[in-house]
């Protein structure tokens, strides 16, 4: 069983439209947790990075953590056609350790 | 602009052939670290190195090598010993050593395919 999974998609919404993503994981040591947005043939670009449990808006952006239930969304406000992209969940543990990456979720916004 | 350089975009390796991947930061991060990304599977880490002249294996270091000679420097060389090499590299960055506060930011990453 993979540390971190992540349901690969597609994911197809259309354009104004929420998308949610999630991952769930197993390691309840992890305290650190990322999304990154990837576009094809790109590098991953941070998009949020939460501490712990809670959540953080940024914009049309918000990440929620909840460690009771080792999982992790990322929602996507107002989606527009730029938001296509495949999204990454990251995490790491408290002291200083590997990243564990999901597979990632192929998000595709139509107009 | 500050930011992470990786070279060349694509290239081809032959068989028996080792080839040398550039990553170049200007970041003045500690950390630096190489990835291999295959289609529907999550980012696997090869090497790290938290400080100049130091490096520690990832998860699949074998087949590949890396060298820490400068802070804004860290290639990594596919060796003929890896034999399913064709994937995508990426190259990532994180400041004050590593330490967990610090997110990781990328380059755009290295093509590599067997000819």
């Known amino acids: 069983q993979k540390e971190v999974e992540q349901d690969p998609g597609p994911l197809s919404v259309p354009e104004g439209a929420i998308v949610s993503l999630n991952c769930t994981y197993s390691n309840s040591a992890f305290q650190y947790f990322m999304w990154y947005r990837q576009y094809s043939r790109k590098g991953p670009e941070l998009l949020m990075y939460?501490?712990?449990?809670g959540n953080k808006e940024d914009g049309r952006f918000t990440a929620q953590v909840d460690k009771s239930s080792k999982y992790i969304s990322l929602f996507i406000r107002d989606s527009q056609p730029s938001d296509s992209a495949t999204y990454l969940c990251a995490m790491r543990p408290d002291s200083w350790g590997k990243l564990q990456f999901g597979a990632g979720t192929q998000v595709v916004v139509t107009p | 602009d500050g930011g992470i350089t990786q070279s060349p975009k694509y290239l081809f390796r032959k068989e028996g052939q080792n080839v040398t991947l550039s990553c170049e930061q200007n970041l003045n991060h500690d950390a630096m670290y190489w990835y291999r990304q295959d289609p529907g599977q999550g980012l696997r880490l090869i090497y790290y190195?938290?400080?100049?002249?130091?490096?520690q294996k990832g998860d699949i270091a074998e087949g590949y090598s890396v060298s820490r000679e400068k802070k804004e420097s860290f290639p990594l060389t596919v060796t003929s010993a890896q034999k399913n090499p064709t994937a995508f590299y990426l190259c990532?960055?994180?400041?004050?050593?590593?330490?967990?506060?610090?997110?990781?930011?990328f380059g755009d990453g290295t093509r590599l395919s067997i000819l």
């Open positions: 990532a960055s994180s400041g004050d050593r590593g330490l967990s506060n610090q997110p990781q930011h």
């Open positions: 939460t501490y712990s449990s």
């Open positions: 190195s938290q400080i100049v002249n130091d490096f």
